[in-house]
């Protein structure tokens, strides 16, 4: 029996039970009258025939045509009889005499049957089926009868339920004078019967506009079944339009498996809402939705349902739809535009350095392609570990093994999130991690392939030498490996790996190619060194990076965004010409005007004001960005104080950020933030961004600085602002 047909199968079960609950199932498949028209159509016709064309002469839709070419064939392999040759593009046809033919159509006009027996796996997921969504105890001898097995079968099966119920947080209990029953909270229930459904169908393939037109046909292909019924007023379409329109008001574009997954969710919550059975949720889980756009998307879905499904949706249901929307994986979202996005990026900067530690890769903490990788995938990933949501990952084994060390690694440096959250990641969402940082690795590998190990050799002088060196690595992909005098040649030969030598005087090899150059580096020896060496094609954006940092070296600036937009349209570098395109580092924003010392306060407000004032003073901040960073504590928490003894203050950019920049004051008295863990407060770093992406270099430098245990002792016992500068700048070198 095909896969396909075992999960359309397994599915018609499931759902008849979960929606109708059915007395008797029919585990044997019965060829009916379709199958023996299909069957007569194609083996009397001299050509092949398209399923097309059989769909229109039946009344049916390509899809079930298919099916129910599967099903014959399966009838024909079953009675050891030729099955059908299907060739793409060209049709199907059938290859056997005319007494098999005959034969075969007697066997399919007395409609006589087989019955597929069920593998314990099948049946472990019939038995989940009929128990998820029965009310009353169900004996074991019933079961048996369902699926047409021993008494002593289902006992073993019974073992295999419970480990599954163990996974979702449900229990099967036992009466001895009732029998059996699921028992647990609802979000359980109804997230163990979306994951059964999820596993049995291809939901890609099946919650579609055809699915009216497959409910219909319904009937001819199970005649015992009321399956066709299953969906009775589901107008899945219009719960569709609902998600859809929910994708609209949230901006973003939800994955297809998360699409449909949130069609599911809501269909079975309305037949689950129709038989008195809503869902549960803490009152104040609920409220602190409330100021959510995702909540107001839910409110809109809820509303829309009320009035097609004549039903009422509870506030808690209304909550439940928004956790799914929080928890869904998405194609294209807007993070800088969310409450915690700070928080998040603060969190992701963490995850990034504690992983390229044990890599030994810092290169991959100025990988913004990699961060934002990881916080587009952080945010949802937090909602789903908050609340339960469980992610499939149909690659897990193999990230586990391509990827087995790194997928450790990630697992081990999950702990900064985890702490914030509580709780801990599950495998599946760690192997979606390890696959931002497995692409971010083999981008840097293919980088290193690129990267030539050059041996320059030259006489005339350390100066000139290191002059050409210079060149030759701003125009080609080139790894210096020693600039040396042409007596050390042959030693350093033995003891290196060289790919070439630039020398500016004769050297005689065979051990390696050697070009001979000016040690200017003209023209000429240019395009001799092509031959060997991969050359850098500079960009647009490098001239306009460039530009820009110069002018704002040495202009002041009155319209940044103007002259950003103007440079970008003379450079033609449009795709980049956006605020925020240059990424100042750490020691570039916190210089001494930005930073104060033994700074006297009273509370957490009076330090956000102090610090605020310092952004507001350079011009970076309008001063509703202080009251903004005052508000987002009152309203979020101290998630600010993100170590010990240290806050980071801040707010969206929208509100109020002119230009990006940072500020730290040391107090002269620590200061409760209300921290549980990290308080109290002596350090305050404030930060102000125009964007999702500027700051990042600047925030991974502080990353690093604020796990330095040094660093914290040096702020508390400076007594001046340029001390701090100081190690600032001293641990910049350290990463040059």
Same mark, same amino acid.
């Given at each position: 029996?095909?896969?396909?047909?075992?999960?359309?199968?397994?599915?018609?079960?499931?759902?008849?039970?979960?929606?109708?609950?059915?007395?008797?199932?029919?585990?044997?498949?019965?060829?009916?009258?379709?199958?023996?028209?299909?069957?007569?159509?194609?083996?009397?016709?001299?050509?092949?025939?398209?399923?097309?064309?059989?769909?229109?002469?039946?009344?049916?839709?390509?899809?079930?045509?298919?099916?129910?070419?599967?099903?014959?064939?399966?009838?024909?392999?079953?009675?050891?009889?030729?099955?059908?040759?299907?060739?793409?593009?060209?049709?199907?046809?059938?290859?056997?005499?005319?007494?098999?033919?005959?034969?075969?159509?007697?066997?399919?006009?007395?409609?006589?049957?087989?019955?597929?027996?069920?593998?314990?796996?099948?049946?472990?997921?019939?038995?989940?089926?009929?128990?998820?969504?029965?009310?009353?105890?169900? *004996?074991?001898?019933?079961?048996?009868?369902?699926?047409?097995?021993?008494?002593?079968?289902?006992?073993?099966?019974?073992?295999?339920?419970?480990?599954?119920?163990?996974?979702?947080?449900? @229990?099967?209990?036992?009466?001895?004078?009732?029998?059996?029953?699921?028992?647990?909270?609802?979000?359980?229930?109804?997230?163990?019967?979306?994951?059964?459904?999820?596993?049995?169908?291809?939901?890609?393939?099946?919650?579609?506009?055809?699915?009216?037109?497959?409910?219909?046909?319904?009937?001819?292909?199970?005649?015992?079944?009321?399956?066709?019924?299953?969906?009775?007023?589901?107008?899945?379409?219009?719960?569709?339009?609902?998600?859809?329109?929910?994708?609209?008001?949230?901006?973003?574009?939800?994955?297809?498996?998360?699409?449909?997954?949130?069609?599911?969710?809501?269909?079975?919550?309305?037949?689950?809402?129709?038989?008195?059975?809503?869902?549960?949720?803490?009152?104040?889980?609920?409220?602190?939705?409330?100021? *959510?756009?995702?909540?107001?998307?839910?409110?809109?879905?809820?509303?829309?349902?009320?009035?097609?499904?004549?039903?009422?949706?509870?506030?808690?249901?209304?909550?439940?739809? *928004?956790?799914?929307?929080?928890?869904?994986?998405?194609?294209?979202?807007?993070?800088?535009?969310?409450?915690?996005?700070?928080?998040?990026?603060?969190? @992701?900067?963490?995850?990034?350095?504690?992983?390229?530690?044990?890599?030994?890769?810092?290169?991959?903490?100025?990988?913004?392609?990699?961060?934002?990788?990881?916080?587009?995938?952080?945010?949802?990933?937090?909602?789903?570990?908050?609340?339960?949501?469980?992610?499939?990952?149909?690659?897990?084994?193999?990230?586990?093994?391509?990827?087995?060390?790194?997928?450790?690694?990630?697992?081990?440096?999950?702990?900064?999130?985890?702490?914030?959250?509580?709780?801990?990641?599950?495998?599946?969402?760690?192997?979606?991690?390890?696959?931002?940082?497995?692409?971010?690795?083999?981008?840097?590998?293919?980088?290193?392939?690129?990267?030539?190990?050059?041996?320059?050799?030259?006489? @005339?002088?350390?100066? *000139?030498?290191?002059?050409?060196?210079? $060149?030759?690595?701003?125009?080609?992909?080139?790894?210096?490996?020693?600039?040396?005098?042409?007596?050390?040649?042959?030693?350093?030969?033995?003891?290196?790996?060289?790919?070439?030598?630039?020398?500016?005087?004769?050297?005689?090899?065979?051990?390696?190619?050697?070009?001979?150059?000016?040690?200017?580096?003209?023209?000429?020896?240019?395009?001799?060194?092509?031959?060997?060496?991969?050359?850098?094609?500079?960009?647009?954006?490098?001239?306009?990076?460039?530009?820009?940092?110069?002018?704002?070296?040495?202009?002041?600036?009155?319209?940044?965004?103007?002259?950003?937009?103007?440079?970008?349209?003379?450079?033609?570098?449009?795709?980049?010409?956006?605020?925020?395109?240059?990424?100042?580092?750490? $020691?570039?924003?916190?210089?001494?005007?930005?930073?104060?010392?033994?700074?006297?306060?009273?509370?957490?407000?009076?330090?956000?004001?102090?610090?605020?004032?310092?952004?507001?003073?350079?011009?970076?901040?309008?001063?509703?960005?202080?009251?903004?960073?005052?508000?987002?504590?009152?309203?979020?928490?101290?998630?600010?104080?993100?170590?010990?003894?240290?806050?980071?203050?801040?707010?969206?950019?929208?509100?109020?950020?002119?230009?990006?920049?940072?500020?730290?004051?040391?107090?002269?008295?620590?200061?409760?933030?209300?921290?549980?863990?990290?308080?109290?407060?002596?350090?305050?770093?404030?930060?102000?961004?125009?964007?999702?992406?500027?700051?990042?270099?600047?925030?991974?430098?502080?990353?690093?600085?604020?796990?330095?245990?040094?660093?914290?002792?040096?702020?508390?016992?400076?007594?001046?602002?340029?001390?701090?500068?100081?190690?600032?700048?001293?641990?910049?070198?350290?990463?040059?």
């Amino acid at each position: 029996m095909s896969q396909l047909v075992r999960q359309i199968l397994l599915f018609y079960e499931c759902l008849s039970v979960l929606y109708n609950g059915n007395e008797k199932e029919v585990i044997g498949i019965t060829l009916n009258e379709m199958s023996a028209q299909l069957f007569q159509m194609i083996t009397s016709s001299d050509q092949a025939v398209t399923i097309s064309a059989l769909a229109e002469a039946l009344h049916s839709t390509p899809r079930q045509i298919r099916y129910s070419l599967d099903k014959i064939d399966e009838f024909l392999e079953y009675n050891k009889f030729p099955q059908f040759l299907r060739k793409p593009n060209v049709g199907i046809t059938y290859t056997a005499s005319p007494q098999i033919v005959e034969m075969i159509m007697q066997k399919l006009l007395d409609r006589e049957n087989y019955h597929y027996i069920a593998s314990q796996e099948e049946r472990v997921e019939i038995i989940l089926a009929v128990l998820l969504q029965q009310e009353n105890y169900m *004996t074991i001898d019933d079961l048996g009868e369902r699926l047409k097995t021993s008494r002593s079968t289902v006992i073993k099966d019974l073992s295999k339920v419970r480990e599954v119920l163990k996974d979702n947080h449900l @229990t099967l209990i036992s009466s001895t004078n009732h029998g059996i029953k699921i028992m647990g909270e609802e979000r359980y229930l109804r997230r163990a019967s979306i994951e059964l459904l999820m596993k049995c169908i291809e939901v890609r393939g099946f919650l579609n506009q055809e699915i009216s037109q497959m409910l219909k046909n319904m009937n001819t292909i199970f005649s015992q079944s009321e399956i066709s019924n299953m969906f009775s007023n589901m107008n899945i379409p219009f719960i569709e339009g609902c998600v859809i329109e929910a994708e609209k008001q949230l901006e973003t574009t939800f994955s297809d498996e998360a699409f449909y997954g949130l069609v599911m969710h809501i269909a079975i919550a309305i037949k689950r809402i129709n038989l008195g059975r809503d869902i549960v949720m803490p009152y104040n889980e609920l409220k602190s939705y409330e100021t *959510t756009k995702e909540f107001a998307a839910a409110s809109y879905v809820a509303s829309k349902l009320e009035e097609e499904f004549k039903i009422e949706v509870p506030y808690a249901e209304i909550g439940y739809i *928004t956790i799914h929307l929080l928890g869904s994986n998405v194609y294209a979202s807007n993070t800088s535009s969310n409450e915690d996005w700070p928080a998040l990026q603060i969190v @992701t900067g963490k995850i990034l350095e504690e992983v390229s530690q044990r890599l030994q890769q810092e290169s991959l903490i100025q990988d913004e392609d990699l961060f934002s990788g990881l916080l587009e995938h952080l945010r949802p990933a937090i909602y789903r570990l908050k609340n339960d949501l469980k992610l499939k990952n149909p690659v897990l084994d193999e990230i586990k093994v391509r990827y087995h060390q790194l997928f450790q690694i990630v697992k081990n440096s999950m702990a900064s999130v985890e702490g914030y959250i509580g709780k801990s990641f599950n495998d599946e969402e760690i192997g979606y991690f390890t696959l931002h940082f497995g692409a971010a690795l083999e981008k840097l590998k293919d980088k290193n392939e690129m990267e030539k190990k050059i041996l320059v050799v030259c006489s @005339t002088g350390l100066g *000139t030498a290191r002059l050409l060196s210079s $060149r030759l690595q701003q125009l080609f992909y080139v790894k210096i490996v020693d600039v040396i005098a042409y007596r050390q040649v042959n030693q350093v030969l033995r003891d290196r790996k060289v790919d070439l030598i630039v020398t500016t005087l004769p050297v005689k090899t065979d051990v390696v190619p050697c070009v001979q150059v000016n040690p200017m580096l003209l023209e000429k020896d240019v395009e001799k060194l092509k031959k060997y060496l991969i050359q850098y094609h500079f960009q647009p954006k490098d001239i306009f990076l460039q530009t820009l940092t110069l002018i704002e070296e040495h202009c002041d600036i009155k319209n940044y965004d103007a002259l950003v937009a103007g440079l970008a349209k003379i450079l033609k570098a449009d795709n980049i010409g956006k605020k925020g395109v240059v990424q100042p580092l750490l $020691r570039e924003l916190l210089t001494a005007d930005m930073i104060e010392v033994n700074v006297k306060t009273k509370s957490w407000e009076e330090v956000i004001y102090k610090g605020g004032k310092l952004l507001e003073d350079s011009g970076l901040i309008e001063h509703r960005y202080v009251d903004a960073m005052v508000s987002t504590v009152k309203k979020m928490g101290a998630y600010i104080v993100i170590a010990k003894g240290i806050a980071m203050p801040h707010a969206r950019p929208e509100d109020g950020v002119k230009k990006v920049g940072m500020a730290l004051i040391t107090l002269k008295a620590p200061v409760n933030f209300g921290s549980k863990e990290n308080d109290p407060v002596s350090v305050a770093v404030f930060l102000c961004a125009v964007d999702n992406t500027t700051h990042l270099k600047a925030l991974a430098e502080l990353m690093q600085l604020l796990d330095d245990e040094e660093f914290k002792a040096t702020a508390d016992a400076a007594s001046s602002k340029e001390e701090i500068v100081a190690y600032i700048n001293s641990k910049e070198v350290d990463r040059r």
